[in-house]
């Protein structure tokens, strides 16, 4: 599925949390979405998954407009909430299993199909072993998996994940970037959140940058110059290059 973003704005009572953004999403690509606190990154990844409304501008699905498309829309599109909570006493499996409503109609049984989504989903975002627990009695970074495992089960054209690497230790935020990275490679368009620029422009195929609700990059990660991380962060960066990749890191504040 293809995404057109064209001059997307929110408004929330007095203040403009985006301004006219503008932004293409199509199979087989990774999209960070990086920028500062308060740059309108969940705003825009919320605004694309149907969950809030423009106050101006449009977003389309292969040309059509989310009501258009309807239920199927669900269907086609998952989204990883950040700081996703679990409040009801659940076991892993039946939280990932959330994940394959959009595939049921009323009053029907869990296919063979939806069985395979789910197993699936659990092995790949490794959380198998915690299936008979409840997400109450694991870790941050362990409910996190859990999250990502569910949206995984829709087994969606698109995915769309807000700070998917939250709270979760080095190990997994690789591994978790890696498996990001695997599903754009197998056909599908992937758009996260990210604030670690080293995870960003190693696993990113593109990146697009957003500061006090306007976009100032959208671009390869090799076109994330220092000039832009100053003009987003405020930071001054170090770059190196190891296996043959490149990295940034933010050093130091700017005066």
Partial sequence: MKIDVEAASVRIEAATILDSVD???APGEIVGLIGPNGAGKSTLLKAVAGLLPLSGGAIRYDGAGAQALGPQLARRLSYLAQDG????PLRVD?????????????FSGESAEDCA????????AE???FRTRTVQSLSGGERMRVLLARALAVEADVLLADEPVAAVD????????????QVADAGKCVVAVLHDLALATRFCTRLVVLAEGRKILDGRPSDLT??????????????GEHMGQTFVLPWAPLE
């Fill in 170 to 181: 080095p190990l997994h935020q690789l591994r978790i970037m890696r498996l990001l990275r």
């Fill in 85 to 88: 909570e679990v409040y009801w």
């Fill in 23 to 25: 932004m293409a999403l």
């Fill in 117 to 124: 989504a789910i197993e699936r989903a659990m092995t790949l």
């Fill in 94 to 106: 039946e939280v990932v299993r959330l994940g394959r409503l959009p595939h049921r109609t009323p």
């Fill in 127 to 129: 959380v198998a072993q």
């Fill in 226 to 239: 220092d000039d832009i991380i100053r003009r987003a962060y405020g930071v001054s960066t170090l770059r």
